[in-house]
């Protein structure tokens, strides 16, 4: 066999060796003499190759064509629609394809719908030709070509219900079960055609990990319906991706509903004596002291408001900053508790300590009373939960009154800057980083203060700024 007859056999082309051949002999003449038969013969197999890829997870938006080897998932209902100055209606199918990388929507129109309908079935493995797109549920191909192919093997396993794990980018009528670990309050926003959106966010955690589940519009009242430690179903999902992980989320077609079974969620931690600035990790372990709420006013005029705790290990112990919605957790002494998705900053006095942002999830694993009980003793709670993960260490009342004298920043840790300083009046303000940027935002516990400085300080840190007040902000010349 011939080099050309090699490559050709390899390109699977749908033209003969002759038609091949001659196609051979025009690209020599147009490069004229640049390249020889077998050189000729390779660039017309990289051209008629144009948009394979090695999986799904590979298909962007922005290809003109993209070809790849998939299993059908699932296939949708037929839907017809009307044409604008056409008498004729449009037919349209959705079917859900999947490879080793990931799924995707491939949407089969007119004939092609019609004929994918009747002789398609899930499990089977069909070669794909089209063009890829943003869709309303996200990435999906808008099918040119599809036939079956038998002789390919696809390691996709083909479930009713999917589990955390399971899920990929792409998938649509996913049906999963969790147990609710958190929830978010409803938010509004406005539309580009002036109506109004709803939307709410909960946590879901089964046996093989946890997954942000956003419900939109009707459904978003869900979220204030449901508790955390409540096992629920959701049905007719559809995964999308945001800031890099991958969401459930949840539309007028599908629901949330409450079940019997009760689904379990084993959080896997990070230990606390392991983490380095600048990751983000999962946290497990009893609450050894729990700061009051601060309030403060951001730089726009917004309202803001943090807690920290203090959290422990059987490896150590770290300060945990609550934001936002998370500051209203119920968490006390002694509970122990999981919190995932935390960001490791570098804290106040060289120490190291976790932000609990918007994406984080804080779940009560139990509280100081249960923890009580189980332990069969008439021990306080936060002591006998602390055992559990550290023996021989210091009862939480010990850990909380260490924490609130750690917290005091030691000698002018209580200094407060003067009510309303005048305009060009020097003044020291010392209180904790609760907007680290520009400007920079301290928290005294009754007042704020901002401060214009060229240092870089931590969320959570404790500082002193010295300097002259100037249009309500504190110029600092020294920040310590």
């Given amino acids: 066999m011939s080099e050309i007859e090699a490559i050709y056999e390899d390109l699977e082309a ?22 020889d038969e077998e050189t000729a013969a390779m660039l017309l197999a990289h051209e008629a190759d144009g948009g394979e890829v090695e999986g799904i997870a590979d298909v962007e938006p922005g290809m003109e064509e993209a070809k790849f080897v998939a299993k059908v998932v699932s296939i949708g209902e037929l839907r017809t629609f009307e044409r604008d100055g056409e008498d004729e ?66 390691d996709v396993q083909l479930t009713d219900t999917y589990t955390i794990e399971q899920l990929s980018l792409g998938l649509s009528d996913v049906d999963l079960r969790g147990v609710v670990l958190e929830t ?30 956003t419900l939109w519009d009707d459904r ?17 999902g559809y995964v999308r991706d945001r800031d890099g992980q991958l969401e459930l989320h949840v539309g007028d077609r599908g629901a949330v509903e409450g079940i019997e079974e009760g689904i379990e969620y084993v959080p896997e931690s990070t230990p606390i004596e392991g983490v380095e600035i600048g990751e983000t990790v999962d946290l497990a372990g009893v609450v050894r002291s729990a700061d009051p709420k601060r309030t403060f006013d951001r730089d726009d005029g917004s309202e803001g408001q943090v807690r920290n705790l203090r959290i422990q290990d059987a490896t150590g112990d770290i300060r945990v900053a609550l934001w936002g919605e998370k500051a209203d957790v119920d968490i006390g002494p002694g509970d122990e508790v999981a919190v995932g998705d935390v960001e490791i900053q570098d804290g106040w006095q060289d120490d190291v300590e976790a932000s609990a942002g918007w994406r984080s999830t804080i779940t009560v694993l139990e509280s100081e009373a249960e923890s009580a009980a189980e332990a069969g003793d008439d021990r306080d709670g936060a002591e006998a939960g602390l055992d559990a993960f550290a023996d ?32 060009g ?33 931590g969320l959570g840190e404790e500082v002193t700024a010295r300097g002259i007040v100037r249009d309500g902000r504190l110029e600092a010349a020294d920040l310590f």
């Avoid at 051949?21 to 003499?33: D, F, H, L, S």
């Avoid at 019609?114 to 063009?131: C, P, S, T």
């Avoid at 580009?192 to 046996?207: F, H, I, M």
């Avoid at 000698?411 to 407060?416: I, L, P, Q, S, V």
Wanted: net charge negative.
């Fill in 220 to 236: 978003a009242d869900l979220a204030e319906e449901l508790s955390p430690g409540e096992s629920v179903e959701v049905v007719d």
């Fill in 425 to 457: 009046e020097e003044v020291e303000f010392t209180g904790v980083v609760v907007q680290a940027g520009d400007p920079i935002v301290l928290d005294d516990g009754e007042t704020t203060m901002s401060v214009e400085a060229d240092a870089n300080v």
């Fill in 392 to 423: 021989g260490e210091s009862s939480s009342s010990d850990g909380a009154s260490s924490d609130r004298a750690d917290d005091s920043g030691g000698e002018g840790g209580g200094d407060a800057a003067p009510d309303d300083p005048a305009d």
């Fill in 89 to 154: 209606d449009g037919r349209v199918v959705n079917i859900e394809v999947a490879d080793e990388t990931g799924s995707i929507r491939a949407a089969f129109w007119d004939d092609h719908a019609a004929a994918a309908v009747d002789e398609l079935e899930a499990g089977q493995v069909l070669r794909i030709k089209g063009r890829p797109k943003e869709g309303f549920s996200g990435l999906e191909i808008s099918v040119d070509e599809a036939e079956p192919d038998a002789d390919e093997e696809v």
């Fill in 14 to 35: 749908d033209v003969s060796l002759e038609e091949f051949r001659e196609a051979v002999e025009e690209k020599v003449e147009q490069m004229g003499g640049l390249a």
């Fill in 184 to 213: 978010d309050s409803l938010r509004t926003f406005d539309r580009d055609d002036g109506s109004e959106g709803r939307v709410a966010n909960l946590t879901l955690g089964d046996p093989t990990g946890r997954v942000r589940v």
